[in-house]
């Protein structure tokens, strides 16, 4: 049963260290605006806050297990200790353990997940209150991460068990989680019935799921010139960021994927998955943030089921200050 969710953005610019100076707090140009950053990164900052509120909303749900869904060439599995490079961005940011293999968008939700990690470790209960992701040389984790077995892809389709929080190999991070995680990368392709049909699999794995939908909405924000609007791409943004806020698996189930290609869509694959996997859950959606810096536009969400609450939840899963907010993992087809 899915008791909450949790809609991001997956730019490698969310990750600090792949922003240089500007992913600092307050960096930026003395004259670009009243805390010093360009308008731009500025905005990244508040989206990274968001999404950091937004993961802490999932943990302080108790789940049981939490899954990752991200958009890729190909549909595949990944243990929770996978490991994830920017390296193909030109940015030496990697997370996790071992060699490198989860698509752009499960990097970044796994980068989420350690931040929110490195907060419960450090005693916190608070998402993104760790330290920044790991400098990577020739494509392993750095930053202090604990070396681990390599991280394992297993195609769409095969049987996998969750890998359990806690069990060495997984690095300190996610270690820290209190439940069980399972990256799932889902074809960008994939028509909108399988991704329904995924959503309602992934949300029976166990009696309490979270799920954490990585995806972008349009990078098609302007025509020929920055900053002139694309009408098409605004009229699919606001149509989705009403979805997300209203919890509307109905309209997010009926967005046209033959508008991907056209609008630049990267989200849309995660969200349907997320659809299918809500229906009929009752969740109570908020949007956090609704931004387009350098024209792409980034969306934060996050559902909740106040009915499904857990009444013996440790105070430690506590959302962080300002938020108002069985271990088996069966075949899964694409």
Not at 207 to 229: E, I, N, T
Request: glycine share 16%; net charge neutral.
């Amino acid at each position: 049963m899915l008791v909450a969710a949790a809609i991001c953005p997956h730019p490698p610019l969310l990750i600090p260290a792949a922003m240089g100076a500007a992913g600092l707090d307050g960096a930026g140009p003395a004259d670009a605006g009243p805390d010093g950053a360009a308008p731009a990164d500025a905005e990244l900052r508040g989206v990274r806050a968001s999404c950091a509120a937004a993961v802490a909303g999932l943990l302080a749900a108790g789940p049981d297990l939490l899954v990752v869904v991200g958009g890729a060439a190909r549909g595949a599995v990944y243990v929770g200790h996978a490991a994830g490079s920017l390296r193909d961005f030109g940015i030496t940011v990697a997370v996790g353990s071992g060699e490198p293999v989860l698509p752009l968008s499960l990097t970044v939700g796994a980068w989420l997940l350690d931040q929110a990690g490195e907060g419960r470790a450090a005693g916190g209960g608070r998402a993104g209150g760790g330290r920044a992701a790991g400098q990577a040389g020739g494509g392993r984790a750095g930053g202090g991460r604990a070396a681990g077995r390599a991280g394992t892809e297993h195609p769409a389709g095969q049987a996998l068990r969750a890998h359990p929080a806690g069990q060495p190999g997984t690095g300190p991070a996610r270690c820290a989680l209190p439940c069980r995680l399972l990256l799932r990368a889902v074809p960008t392709d994939m028509p909108p019935a399988n991704c329904l049909r995924l959503g309602a699999e992934l949300a029976g794995l166990a009696p309490r799921v979270a799920l954490l939908a990585m995806g972008d909405a349009s990078a098609r924000k302007a025509v020929g010139v920055h900053g002139v609007a694309d009408p098409a791409a605004d009229s699919y943004d606001a149509e989705a960021a009403a979805a997300l806020a209203a919890a509307d698996t109905g309209t997010l189930a009926r967005l046209d994927p033959a508008l991907d290609d056209e609008l630049m869509i990267a989200g849309r694959a995660a969200w349907q998955v997320l659809a299918g996997a809500a229906d009929g859950a009752a969740l109570r959606g908020r949007l956090r943030c609704a931004v387009a810096p350098y024209d792409v536009s980034y969306l934060v969400a996050s559902w909740q089921n106040s009915a499904a609450a857990r009444p013996d939840r440790s105070p430690s899963c506590a959302p962080s200050p300002g938020d108002s907010s069985s271990s088996g993992v069966g075949p899964l087809a694409d």
